[in-house]
């Protein structure tokens, strides 16, 4: 009697590795459903999944995994270089990511530091300006975002779209800001 062999179109969509990390997210998924999902294909032998298990087995896992060589990968019955260079920038990319720091932020102490920070780049646009600076709990600067451009001597903000852009930042507070491109400064403005 013939052995069967199971390749991914005979699994049902919804076991399958792309449409569970679309449905659950990729935090829910295997080493072996992610790995299958950077291999692409399996072979006319063997399905995708089974390919991305032999070669975790292969490595004992991730942590030998991340310190593979083309060749060690090439080795492995149906990795073949594109697969290869496939795994490898992906491992290449995760070690980049978790090295990543992130850069010193603007702290903003005073209404002038907040200033200071906007001016140079407000002082001669031609139009009002309404620019925003969003800010975690220790008055860093997360981003700086132009809310909205308005005329010569107008400018006119709808609070959701100041607040949209908070919400998705995840700011604790605010600094909105414009310009006066007419030069003239109205009281209380």
Known sequence: ?????????DVPKQDRPRERLLE????????????SILIGTGTKEESVTVLA????????GLHLLRD???EELTAIKGIGNVKGIIILAAIE????MNQF???????????EDGADYVMEEMRNLKQEHFVCLFLNTKNQILH?????IGSLNASIVHPREVFREAVKRSAASIICAHNHPSGVRLQGA
């Open 1 to 9: 009697m013939a052995e069967t062999k199971m390749m991914m179109k």
């Open 24 to 35: 659950l997210g990729p935090s829910q998924l295997s080493n072996q459903e992610l790995l």
């Open 53 to 60: 298990q032999r070669v975790l087995m292969h490595f004992e």
């Open 68 to 70: 593979c060589t083309i």
């Open 93 to 96: 990319l995760g070690k980049r």
């Open 101 to 111: 720091k992130k850069q010193e932020r603007y702290v903003v102490r005073s209404p």
């Open 144 to 148: 700086r975002q132009t809310i909205f």
